[in-house]
């Protein structure tokens, strides 16, 4: 069943206002998609499932939470995904990392493929996709299908913006897979960009045009 959680959190909300003002610099552009993937990774992996195991304090022996089974995957859509994984790495350190490259075709607005690669056993690790914008869904769909085809345990996907033009193409294709988001706006302009938006999330993280 298709659903979609939007980060409502005061920090994060606030972090998001910085980001979209047009006079916030690249350098603080970055630093905040930092922060702000690191609050979103919070409460996407607010589910994961525990088991307990016998370890030793200083005081006494207990039963403690530890995560169960194999770790997290975290999957990034290049090159704006990149601007995730920092964040998300802090807070799951352990979780290994996959990249699927998708251009924007300027004309068709279809996701084109240039890279691929993905951990090997898949089948066990719970996915999280991670891309700042959910605008024509199109690369989000091209990436969730090659990832399916790997066998995770469950996708989730993260980002920053989305359309609702997005979300509901996305969820035609994988009603499935959960969306989580810190805002969705108002509609897409004529070339596919989010509005109100924040502009290019990939040229204002690595300050390109």
């Given at each position: 069943?298709?659903?979609?959680?939007?980060?409502?959190?005061?920090?994060?909300?606030?972090?998001?206002?910085?980001?979209?003002?047009?006079?916030?610099?690249?350098?603080?552009?970055?630093?905040?998609?930092?922060?702000?993937?690191?609050?979103?990774?919070?409460?996407?992996?607010?589910?994961?499932?525990?088991?307990?195991?016998?370890?030793?304090?200083?005081?006494?022996?207990?039963?403690?939470?530890?995560?169960?089974?194999k770790?997290?995957?975290?999957?990034?859509?290049?090159?704006?995904?990149?601007?995730f994984?920092?964040?998300?790495?802090?807070?799951?350190?352990?979780?290994?990392?996959?990249?699927?490259?998708?251009?924007?075709?300027?004309?068709?607005?279809?996701?084109?493929?240039?890279?691929?690669?993905?951990?090997?056993?898949?089948?066990?690790?719970?996915?999280?996709?991670v891309?700042?914008?959910?605008a024509?869904?199109?690369?989000?769909?091209?990436?969730?299908?090659?990832?399916?085809?790997a066998?995770?345990?469950?996708?989730?996907?993260?980002?920053?913006?989305?359309?609702p033009?997005?979300?509901?193409?996305?969820?035609?294709?994988?009603?499935?897979?959960?969306?989580?988001?810190?805002?969705?706006?108002?509609?897409?302009?004529?070339?596919?960009?989010?509005?109100?938006?924040?502009?290019?999330?990939?040229?204002?993280?690595?300050?390109?045009r």
């Open positions: 069943m298709s659903s979609v959680t939007v980060i409502d959190h005061p920090l994060v909300q606030h972090k998001l206002t910085l980001m979209r003002n047009k006079n916030t610099s690249t350098g603080n552009f970055r630093k905040l998609a930092t922060e702000i993937s690191m609050l979103l990774g919070y409460e996407v992996t607010r589910d994961l499932p525990l088991n307990y195991e016998e370890i030793e304090t200083p005081l006494t022996s207990m039963k403690a939470p530890v995560l169960e089974g770790k997290v995957v975290l999957v990034s859509i290049l090159r704006a995904g990149n601007g994984l920092d964040g998300m790495l802090n807070i799951i350190p352990s979780a290994r990392v996959g990249h699927v490259g998708l251009y924007r075709d300027p004309k068709t607005l279809g996701a084109i493929e240039y890279y691929l690669k993905l951990p090997k056993e898949f089948t066990d690790r719970d996915a999280i996709v891309d700042p914008m959910l024509t869904g199109n690369s989000a769909v091209a990436a969730v299908n090659r990832i399916k085809q066998k995770p345990k469950s996708i989730k996907f993260v980002c920053l913006l989305a359309a033009e997005g979300i509901k193409h996305f969820h035609e294709q994988h009603a499935d897979v959960p969306v989580y988001t810190a805002a969705i706006d108002d509609h897409l302009n004529d070339h596919g960009y989010i509005v109100p938006g924040l502009g290019d999330a990939g040229d204002r993280l690595f300050g390109t």
